[in-house]
């Protein structure tokens, strides 16, 4: 192919990439929230309190998981998201792209919470646990102290049995 017809074509596939791309729906990026299904069976937290119950969305995939909170402008009080891994693996958060104030609840294996820590909206600042969870629980800012979660209070749900079941 002669040097002007290559640079013709890659005119024209450029062109044609450019409007495809256009065409795509809005993305995490473009500040999309994701908003998933709420689990029909609620999350409860045995703490030395009592029992407090919530309504979660289960983030259990890389894409759900990458994507989160982000862009959540508000929250119910007795609403969360549950992200679930594979198996039990250092973690690391960070509130980028995410104006609401949360509190991070990272729980083993076995259900029991392993570290509370807070994320400050829009920090990118890395939130671990310090060892490897299975899963983290994201709630508003202040709801665990509130319900009186602490470290190894129990979290049940059934996302967390199963998971835990098939490691």
């Known amino acids: 192919m002669a040097p002007s017809r290559i640079a013709a074509w890659m005119g024209g596939f ?24 709420v689990h029909p ?3 409860i937290a045995e703490t030395d309190e009592g029992e407090r119950s919530f309504n979660i969305e289960i983030a259990d995939d890389p894409g759900e998981r990458s994507r989160g909170l982000m862009f959540r402008q508000e929250m119910d009080n007795d609403h969360g998201m ?15 792209n995410t104006p609401l104030p949360l509190d991070l609840v ?6 029991k919470v392993r570290a509370i820590e807070k994320g400050e909206p829009f920090s990118e600042a890395p939130i671990a ?6 899963f983290v629980l994201e709630l508003n800012a ?19 049995s199963q998971a835990a079941g098939a490691n």
Request: with cysteine.
């Open 14 to 37: 450029a062109a044609a990439l450019v409007i495809c791309l256009s065409l795509q729906p809005p993305t995490a990026a473009q500040g999309q929230a994701m908003e998933l299904p």
């Open 41 to 43: 069976e609620p999350l």
């Open 82 to 96: 549950l992200f679930v891994f594979e198996e039990s693996q250092p973690v690391g958060f960070w509130m980028k």
């Open 106 to 111: 990272f729980i083993g294996q076995d259900g």
């Open 129 to 134: 646990p310090g060892e490897p969870v299975q």
């Open 142 to 160: 202040g709801t665990v102290a509130e319900a009186g979660i602490e470290n190894g209070d129990l979290i049940r749900h059934p996302a967390i």
